[in-house]
């Protein structure tokens, strides 16, 4: 179990990109957004980044603590110094120490807004109800909903707005919920705050005008239930047939046009990351590789994220912001997907590995970032060409993502 392919290839599955990239034999697919080269190509290091930064991090233990990142320290400085010029203001060094970015008080505002582009939901949800005057109750919800091993990310976010309520919701799941009008206003503020960058935004806006009918009680008369109805339409997945039937006035809402306009703070990217990304390790035998002749064994790491095709723009600016190229996106067979892989050595260990050690991943995919690390200096160290170092490769590997137990 865990790996798949042929006898000569050990393929560590990808944490959810397996069934969509086929990477052993044919490591390429086609490529379909190629590079675009723009001012959109913009250094993540900006001037709010230029600073030590205190980021909560959750312990293998489960419980949380706060690190402090220098990045004097951090190799990404050097890599990045090009750049330098571009700033709209130089921060001294010494200034870069003191300056504290969040505090323990909770997750930064921007990893909240990331998390919930990967895994946030703005739900209007109407159905009959007997006791109702006009006979449809209507609730307006934000939540999120993911496994149940991460509920302590659920529990931040609930610190974090000081709103709403985390259950478990399965055995495999966990979901925090705000539906109460009141604090249902404190997240609005903070997504009109920290806007959402991925396509949820449409349905956000939506949703936001829904809760203002909701909010002034429109939703209990006729014309404003119609409203509410109407901008349903196109939020999320649309109305069910019920609803289609019981309001045969409601004119669909257009969805609002979505552009993606790029990501403005890294720590959108460690929250959106945290919820859509996955790092993981492939193992190939290059003995029975056509294009290798060299008989290695082949340790490649890859950093990718897996999103619906209506969100392929984000995926180019994740990798615009990480200053990787040429970016390779697959669409996935179904077309209804599309995937961004980093899987170059030296971009991996020069941009996305100091990313992430600087604006860390949370929950227990920081435990993969983790392993990926040590798999990254075992490769860097050319351990993965002797038989005790692939073995350790093998045993940290076997470990990684799905394989992962009691954590
Ligand atoms: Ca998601």
Redesign the pocket.
Known sequence: MGYRGSKSSLLVELNNLSHIVPYVHSPFGRVLVPYVPSKALVPYVSKVSLTSIAVKEQRVDGSWGVKTYHLSSNPLRCTLMGFERNYPIKIPTNQLKTMQFSTSSGLNPWFITGFSD??GSFIISIYKSDTSKLKWRVTAYFSIHIHIKDIAILESVKNSFGVGNVRKNSNTTALFRVDNVKELQIIIDHFDKYPLIGAKLSDYILFKQCFELIKVKQHLTKKGLEKIVSLKYNINKGLTEELVKAFPSAQPVDRPDYTCNGIKNPFWLAGFAS??SSFYVSIENAKNSKQDKTNKTRVRLGFGTNLHIRDKQLLVAIANYLTIWPIHIYEGKSQQSAVLQIRSYSQIVSKVIPFFNEYPIIGVKSLDFADFKKVAELVKDKEHLTKSGLKKILNIVEGMNLRRENS
Request: proline content about 0%.
């Open positions: 990967a895994e919820g859509d």
